[in-house]
Nanobody, 123 residues
Framework: VQLQASGGGLVQAGGSLRLSCAVS????????MGWFRQAPGKEREFVAT????????YYADSVKGRFTISRDNAKATVFLQMNSLKPEDTAVYYC?????????????????WGQGTLVTVSS
């Protein structure tokens, strides 16, 4: 399984970005997917996760109501729509594929990781 994240960039506070993560491998539709982020000098943190069917989602409190995770199993792609961006959202964003159909916020629930895409929010 290989993951390729894209869509990062520079945006002003209050703006929006949409991240995409294209996944290769036949098991995409049977895995939960997640987004994590790592800001400079900080540990990687959970952002959002979506179950294999898309029917269950879970967000970090810091992004709830602003970010939306979704997936297209036919295209083996997971998305992260980010609205009302804040400077504190600046980070490298990573997509990850879970070991199971439903996953939570723990790093070790995910066994495949993308290379990351940088999001910079200016004030």
């Amino acid at each position: 399984v290989q993951l390729q994240a894209s869509g990062g960039g520079l945006v002003q506070a209050g703006g929006s970005l949409r991240l995409s993560c294209a996944v290769s491998g036949r098991t995409f539709s049977s895995r939960a997917m997640g987004w994590f982020r790592q800001a400079p000098g900080k540990e990687r943190e959970f952002v959002a996760t979506i179950s294999w069917s898309g029917g269950r989602t879970y967000y970090a409190d810091s992004v709830k109501g602003r970010f939306t995770i979704s997936r297209d199993n036919a295209k083996a792609t997971v998305f992260l729509q980010m609205n009302s961006l804040k400077p504190e959202d600046t980070a490298v964003y990573y997509c990850a594929a879970a070991r199971t159909e439903v996953a939570g916020r723990m790093n070790d629930e995910y066994n495949y990781w993308g290379q990351g895409t940088l999001v910079t929010v200016s004030s």
